[in-house]
């Protein structure tokens, strides 16, 4: 019967010391450990946010780097691209000027050819003629030695002149 | 660094605590020594009287054996030496006639069991009880008028368990407050996971996020001092031992604290459920209010429950342990060889109650915080909004 019957005195000093026990601890120990716990649990959550967050701007900047490369490397290129039409104009440009020039300086060479071929031709068809003339002479001279030839040959012109 | 600072931290706590104990005990040797603290065996309390002792005339009762170990006493039998009972002797505190007398259970050690008029029953209806002693020894019909206040196995056993909750507990707290927004150690991490468990899948899924606050003192004092005091009832010799959690006194007492926490927290929500339950036929609550007598019967058999059941499964649990123990006696009293034999059974069988014990330990512990978390959930609910 001991077993089920509660005792008065053991029911006074457990109610006395579980109510001491709920105060002290809750006091002392609970308040303390509960608040710690909530703080570091709190402190950790922030932690994991601005981690989170650190990786979101890591990533945006990365892809702003890689954007920005990217339009440095367009640029690059365009300019590339730009100074190379600029190079090519100039070369065909200078090829077709040096071309005009050369054909102008082959043309006034040719035309300087000419010019020296006609005086040449003109000196010796001048030089023709004097030798024409000497060697003319010469033969007149010879021919108009003897008188009788002379008259044979005047007869002779005559004829010529008759028939024209 | 950490580490020897945790490690000086437990040599320090468990220095102090030896400490503590030593005064205590040297304490108390040095205020019962004129006492007969060692009692000659044939002079004990339990040695001469009464036919239902365990110990009485050589005869072993297993019964008995087990009643004494399982119920309150008051006096703490430590050991048994040869002839030589080592009993710890404590104060009893008795209420007499508007009259407090105060002295050590030690003397009652004498051939009538009396001091003062005052008579501990060896035997009869009363066994264990302080009553008033007649002329010749015998009790006298006014024995109800004796109010026993003594400090007796079971107080002085939740005084300890109370003392090192208290020590574990500030400590642990100083350590959050030294270790401040760092991992913890030593201490901190043994216990940290039940003080979580007990805020998240008890108090939270039970009570809700925003009332939990205000019971997590009773939920974990009640908590940690059940499951303190279960593993400490499983240690065989002395400090341990005492049956505190298998006491129903001290069942009675949390059941009790729960119910009027439960009732003073109950709202209007609560109340009117209880007089006016929906959800069930009219005819069931008029013109004979039926529903809310079961109602009303509900809200005792709650705490009814938790009382019964933490008692029950704790004092079961060392009836069992104690009756493995008996039966190697009962065989060893029909022969020697046969005790040896039935004692590797019983051992074995022992080895397995204890580990069966140290989860019933924990589990009747979660159980009844669980239970008294629904009562206060139950009580401060909201009603839906449709």
């Known amino acids: 019967m001991e077993l089920i019957t509660p005792g008065l005195g053991l029911i006074f000093w457990m109610t006395l010391s579980f109510f001491l026990l709920v105060y002290v601890l809750g006091k002392f120990a609970w308040k303390p450990i509960l608040q710690m716990l909530h703080e570091r649990e709190t402190s950790i959550h922030e932690a994991l946010n601005a981690a989170n967050q650190a990786r979101e701007d890591m990533k945006e900047l990365k892809f702003s780097n890689e954007q920005l490369l990217q339009e440095a490397k367009n640029e690059r290129d365009a300019l590339l691209n730009e100074a190379r039409k600029v190079r090519d104009k100039l070369l065909e440009e200078s090829r077709i000027k040096a071309s005009e020039e050369a054909s102008r300086i082959v043309e006034a060479a040719k035309a300087s050819i000419h010019n020296e071929k006609m005086a040449a031709m003109t000196e010796l068809k001048i030089q023709i003629a004097e030798n024409s003339l000497t060697l003319a002479r010469i033969i007149l001279q010879r021919e108009l030695e003897d008188p009788r030839k002379q008259e044979e040959y005047v007869q002779k012109l005559i004829k010529e002149v008759k028939f024209n | ?386």
């Open chain 2, 1 to 386: 660094m950490t580490t020897n600072n945790s490690r000086s931290f437990l040599f320090r706590f468990l220095a102090s605590g030896l400490l503590v104990w030593a005064v205590f005990v040297t304490g108390l040797f040095a205020a019962v020594q004129d006492h007969t603290m060692l009692v000659p065996a044939n002079d004990s309390a339990f040695e001469q009287h009464g036919k239902s002792d365990s110990r009485s005339e050589g005869k072993f009762n297993a019964g008995a054996m087990i009643m004494e170990h399982v119920v309150d006493n008051h006096e703490w039998h430590v050991a048994e030496i040869g002839s030589l009972h080592l009993t710890i002797p404590l104060p009893v505190i008795l209420l007499y006639n508007g009259k407090l007398y105060t002295f050590l259970s030690s003397r009652f050690h004498n051939a009538a069991h009396s001091y003062l008029g005052f008579k501990l029953e060896q035997g009869g209806p009363h066994k264990g009880k302080i009553v008033r002693a007649g002329q010749y020894g015998h009790a006298v019909q006014d024995a109800h008028k004796v109010y026993d206040f003594s400090i007796t196995k079971t107080v002085f056993a939740i005084l300890l368990s109370s003392f090192l909750l208290v020590l574990i507990f500030v400590s642990m707290a100083r350590a959050y407050t030294r270790n401040r927004g760092k991992a913890p150690s030593g201490l901190q991490s043994l216990l940290e996971p039940l003080v979580i468990f007990i805020r998240d899948d008890i108090a939270k899924s039970s009570i809700g996020e925003k009332k939990y606050e205000k019971f997590m003192p009773f939920l974990l004092t009640v908590f940690f001092f059940i499951f303190f005091n279960n593993l400490f009832g499983l240690v065989p010799f002395f400090p341990g031992g005492a049956n505190v959690t298998g006491n129903i006194a001290v069942t009675l007492v949390m059941a009790v604290f729960t119910f009027v926490i439960t009732t003073i927290n109950g709202n209007k929500h609560y109340w009117i459920d209880i007089v006016n339950t929906p959800g069930v036929p009219w005819w069931l609550k008029f013109p004979v209010p039926l529903m809310p007598v079961v109602e009303i019967i509900g809200i005792i058999t709650k705490p009814f429950v938790l009382m019964i059941r933490l008692f029950a499964n704790i004092t079961a649990g060392h009836i069992i342990v104690l009756g493995f123990v008996s039966l190697i006696f009962i065989f060893g009293a029909i022969s020697a060889a046969l005790g040896i034999g039935v004692s590797v059974v019983s051992v074995a069988f022992m080895i397995f109650m204890y580990l069966l014990e140290l989860l019933v330990a924990f589990i009747q512990a979660y159980v009844f915080t669980l239970l008294s978390a629904l009562y206060f959930g139950l009580a401060t609910m909201e009603p839906e909004h449709h």
